[in-house]
């Protein structure tokens, strides 16, 4: 490993990666040393099997297997370590094994609110938020924990019952914590979307689930700007049948929404002490959130968690495959309508302290939240590979401007990660980093792949796959392959699969959804592989393949040679099967500022993709375009642009309001009218 300069550290043995020499995939970044492996929480839960249970695991490998074949030992086993309480016992661990319909803990009667509350402790902030308007500013245990016990009884004394939808549109700031907490502590099942969804994106969630109750904001302020909401949340509430109470949280704006209760009407209220306070006691699978698939081909699905299922597979995730400790700080860039906002305010039940953000991440500069880090001493901060990107092309390298010493890891998640933007941290933010890069989804709130602390990390790769997860790439035989692309499937239940699809009574979508192409098993519709020492990759969905002279290649793989072709600041390919036999496969690109896609670069973007992969992954052309469509989330829209390629019509073929940019259709709808360089038949 020529390129690698490897020196010891404390806590690991750290490679510092030359600014100039490309990162190749597999290349080694990091390697944990003795001390760093002694504290880990997964070492400590090693060690806690082998006294209370008698069962001997050597190392992560050995506690992976062992977790996916002896469901009922390791789920139990978890339940005890993380300390569970319930008013009720389960029964058993698993009660029916199927999938779908696995019934988990049976019997069982507890509360997640109640498990993030008991964490309650005078003297000590339970989280930190900051926004464009408001410095870093810490929020007591105390006044979180009596905020909740308010507003839920204030709820409760709305006639909110156990089992009643309550909708938020608010950013991500404590008082949606709050309204999260007070709801799920009575039984109520929350829902949340951003304030920067439209209307018509707000209705098409909300609509379908009828709640009793809506908070939301009349504006809110992004990039320096402020965005009145006021209107927009009025076309909202109109549509929203069932809806009983409003309660208006002010934005930067300041106006009133048309029939809403204040927020500080509804918390105008007696303390409510923790001894006078009941949380609604409920079963292990009763729901507890509804989050919204990107919806880009019809109404978002309602993926529906439980109190249960989401308590244990978070203590699971972020104890052991995180790492997290009691008094660590974390930080994730999200909004409230993506499921990291969930996974970030669940590291509260762990006692760790969140950071919430609200705002642009580039503004008033790209260092934004470094100097955040910085000034909250995260120990974890978390983004997606996409920001990385953005912080490449500006030159920030955030070791040179801020003091990052209590940083001990990084997180990325939401879109494939690269070993150019794995190197990248190592090159810019840390030498003796532990990278921690995982893959997971809506659908479970959490995380398939990802990190553990004990392993080496790989460029390119994620180290392991999670506890408790039962991954495997089938091959085209439909057996598991190694060192082979391959669709991902789980064999095994998990406690945070969806207890339902909302309003799927029969539970029909919701077979057809997961496990329509492989019975008995969850497909997740990505590329993945996992290769000898058991380091995966997911390669992107496996419904937007390429498929070259029958070779199937993951858009991953383009995506990651183009983040060196600097003239090219994003892109989007898709491969269209032609009649006849034929295909066509366009790669589409935005340009960085001053570039021009001529023939040099066309060239050069061809040259990258022969010399890093194969002829097989070079476009049939490429095209510019102003930009490239992508969901709320930032997700890609590659099966859309193929419909539309194909002959849909936009509208059929997308659901702009679940766009973050819908004008970016355009360019390719009238790429399409021309059938410029392809034949449709």
Known sequence: MSSILCFAARYGTVCDVEPHRQVRQGDLLWTPGPDRVARANVTAFIRWLARERGHDVDGYDALWRWSVTDLDGFWQAIWDYCGIEASAPPAAVLGRRSMPGADWFPGARLNYAQHVLRREQAGQDAL??????????GLPWPELANSVRVLATRLRGLGVRPGDRVASCMPNAPRTVIAMLATTSIGAVWTSCSPDF???????????????????????RYGGRDFDRGAEMEQVIARLPGLEQVIGVPGPAGRAIAGARSWDEVMDHPPVPAAEFEFEQVPFGHPLWILFSSGTTGLPKAITHSHGGILIEQLKLQTLNMDLHPGDRLFFYTTSGWMMWNFLVSSLLIGVRPLLYDGNPAYPGPGVLWELAQDAAVTMFGASPAYVTMLSQAGLVPAAKYDLSALASVMLAGSPVSAEVSAWFYRNVKSDLWLHVGSGGTDVCSGFTGGAPVLPVYAGEHQA?????????????????????????????MPSMPVRLWNDDDGELYRRTYFADFPGAWRQGDFFMVNERGGCFVLGRSDATLNRHGIRIGTAEIYAALESVEEVADALIVSLDLPGGGFFMPL????????????????????????????RHVPDKIIAVPA??????????????????????????????AMANPDAL??????ARAQQDYRLG
């Open 465 to 493: 796959r999670n506890l408790g997860v039962a991954a495997y790439a089938l091959g085209e035989r439909g057996e598991p392959v190694t060192g082979e692309v391959g669709e991902m499937v789980i064999t095994q239940p």
């Open 628 to 657: 490239i469509p992508a969901t709320l989330t930032g997700k890609k829209m590659e099966v859309p642009v193929r419909r539309i390629l194909l002959g849909a019509r936009p509208d059929d073929a997308a659901n702009r309001n």
């Open 128 to 137: 930190y938020y900051q926004s464009e308007s408001t410095p870093l500013t």
């Open 198 to 220: 439209g209307w018509r994106g707000v209705s098409d969630r909300f609509g379908q689930l009828s709640p009793k109750v809506l908070f939301c904001v009349d504006s809110y």
């Open 588 to 615: 589409f690109v935005t340009l960085a500022e001053g570039a021009v896609l001529d023939d040099a670069l066309r060239a050069t973007i061809a040259g990258r993709l022969r010399a890093q992969y194969t002829a």
């Open 666 to 671: 355009d360019a390719f709808t009238e790429y």
